[in-house]
């Protein structure tokens, strides 16, 4: 026969452990804690370079331009079939690799370059003189949402080819997410 107080203390861990297993396993919005569906939206801080995930409830409050806190990242993904660019101007941005993604940082008025690495992200500050260039040759890149859209290029299998690569406007947490999908699949040199 167990005494109340055995019976009090085992029933208060009971409560516990069962708080435990039922706990919420899903990744939860950064502003308000409400917890997200695996498709869920992000949020860009500029000044920190931070993604931070939102539900849509926090997101709408957001947008992707201007002078806010966070930018809302945009969903829209948009492939560019005329994009041009030469091998030589692809040379003068000085990606060592044929993949990357290019940004507008709202915080240091430039462009920014990525590419994937073993490391992750690897930042890049190509010449503004090449990237204008482009630009030139290519107007929709003007319509580029600072921080939360970026090209991605991708010039691996094509770049020896006559069309020179796929080019797409994506949102960045697309970017970073080919990013980590690469480094978790890197195999060396």
Not at 26 to 43: F, S, V, W
Request: aromatic letters at 8%; a neutral charge; hydrophobic letters at 40%.
């Amino acid at each position: 026969m167990t005494s109340p107080m055995a019976e009090a203390q085992f029933g208060s861990f009971n409560a516990l452990r069962s708080l435990v297993r039922q706990r919420d396993r899903r990744e939860r919005c950064e502003l308000c804690g409400a917890g997200l569906h695996p498709e869920h939206q992000h949020l860009f801080e500029p000044r920190a370079r931070k993604l931070m995930c939102s539900c849509d409830a926090c997101a709408v409050l957001f947008h992707a331009h201007g002078e806010t806190k966070y930018k809302r990242v945009p969903r829209r993904i948009r492939g560019m079939r005329d994009f041009r660019i030469t091998s030589a101007q692809w040379d003068d941005l000085m990606i060592p690799i044929g993949m990357a993604f290019f940004v507008k940082s709202s915080v240091e008025a430039r462009i920014l370059a990525f590419y994937p690495g073993p490391a992750g992200a690897t930042e890049s500050a190509p010449s503004l003189t090449a990237w204008e260039e482009i630009v030139e040759q290519n107007p929709i890149l003007n319509g580029i949402d600072a921080d939360v859209e970026a090209l991605l290029a991708n010039r691996i299998e094509r770049a020896r080819t006559a069309d020179g690569g796929e080019y797409y406007l994506v949102p960045i947490d697309k970017c970073y997410e080919l990013v980590g999908l690469i480094r978790s699949h890197w195999r060396g040199f």
